[in-house]
């Protein structure tokens, strides 16, 4: 997950078991997933439009970690809602659509998240999403509606058909409600008559955005979510047509292309293996924990996991950013790191997933 700018991460740590008290069917492969918090965590379960969390499950010996947006109904802003879809046929989306009922139990992490709508009173904000991108979409237009009186949104979501457009009904109380300031366009990408139909790409997304009266410009902001080929050519297409980068924000929730939100198959890791007995210190949770590198390790993750499984992760594909964490002392090399834009990479952060230690010692901070 990442922004077009350094945000501030917030980081609060632990797993909290809540529970399920509703299950709700979006569609053919989705549900929304609402939690009940007591009153003793709701603090610490106090979140933003943009914000996400962890979800671990544990299937047999396996354990399964998958970080998903939070997403309110608009009825009830601070309620703690996921939406959730199937994804591959054993992971834990397919749990959630054919096993998770009210009653059960989840072990959640705190919301956390730098994806944030830019700060800019009365702008147009225009998102678009692919697929289940539209859940933290979703949240962003409702907060920015009902808290700036006079600002105007703008969404355009992509989705195979109809049937598979996510929230549809509660976008359309939305626009109830704000009839004059609000605009929804759905692409169907499985039916071939443009604009509407057909695929997102860099001849239809102008067309669609001056349809909206959304071009670039000082009072014109963008947040992109979705698949990496979807929200790549948007924000190609955007600067290109002089965008002021900080104002386009994206977050991927896949590496996939087609829209699905079924894993891509991981990366190789593009840096060299750890030397024998490099000596790994992590600061995370107030605490120091010392590990040490063995050369098959994959990643940083992957030594400290060994000793240490309240590490925190979820995507393990450099995506979801939960893993950041601040060299302090030492050299990594990276992959591919997603979830990080241009700043907090030049302030020294990195997502552990992707990054394999260089030299005897790395420190790394999960805290800052």
């Known amino acids: 997950m990442n922004s077009a700018i350094s945000t501030t991460v917030r980081r609060r740590t632990g797993w909290h078991r809540l529970p399920v008290t509703a299950v709700r069917r979006l569609a053919k492969e989705a549900v929304a997933v609402t939690l009940g918090i007591p009153d003793t965590l709701r603090e610490t379960f106090a979140h933003e439009p943009g914000d996400h969390v962890v979800v671990r499950h544990r299937r047999g010996g396996e354990e399964l970690r998958r970080s998903y947006s939070v997403c309110p109904p608009l009825e009830d802003p601070g309620t703690l809602r996921l939406v959730i879809k199937q994804g591959s046929p054993d992971g834990f989306g397919a749990y959630a659509l054919t096993g998770l009922a009210p009653g059960d139990h989840l072990e959640l992490a705190p919301p956390t998240g730098a994806f944030r709508l830019p700060e800019r009173p009365g ?79 860099a001849t239809g997304l102008p067309r669609l955005l001056a349809a909206l009266d959304a071009r670039p410009g000082p009072d014109t902001t963008f947040a992109l979510c979705g698949p990496a080929g979807l929200t790549d050519l948007a924000r190609t297409v955007l600067t290109g047509a002089g965008a002021d980068p900080e104002l386009v924000r994206s977050e991927l929730f896949t590496l996939g292309r087609d829209g699905s939100d079924t894993p891509a198959v991981r990366p190789a890791p593009e840096a060299p293996p750890a030397a024998d007995g490099t000596r790994i210190t992590a600061l995370y949770d107030g605490r120091r924990r010392v590990v040490t590198a063995r050369p098959e390790d994959p990643a940083l993750l992957d030594t400290l996991l060994r000793d240490h499984p309240d590490v925190p992760y979820a995507c393990r594909e450099g995506i979801c950013g939960s893993c950041r964490a601040k060299v302090l002392d030492g050299e990594v090399a990276t992959g591919p790191q997603y979830a990080l834009d241009a700043g907090q990479l030049a302030d020294g952060y ?4 992707r990054a394999t230690p260089l030299g005897a010692e790395v420190t790394v901070d999960f805290d800052a």
């Open 350 to 353: 990195t997502l552990v997933c």
């Open 123 to 201: 702008a147009h904000h225009v998102l678009i999403a692919g697929g289940s991108g539209i859940a933290p979409l979703f949240a962003m237009a409702t907060h920015a509606l009902r808290t700036d009186p006079v600002c105007r949104v703008s969404l355009v979501h992509s989705v195979p058909t109809a049937e598979d457009a996510l929230l549809a009904d509660e976008l359309a109380v939305l626009k109830d409600e704000f009839a004059d300031r609000i605009a929804v366009l759905h692409v169907l990408t499985r039916e071939d008559r443009p604009p509407l139909g057909g695929r997102i790409d």
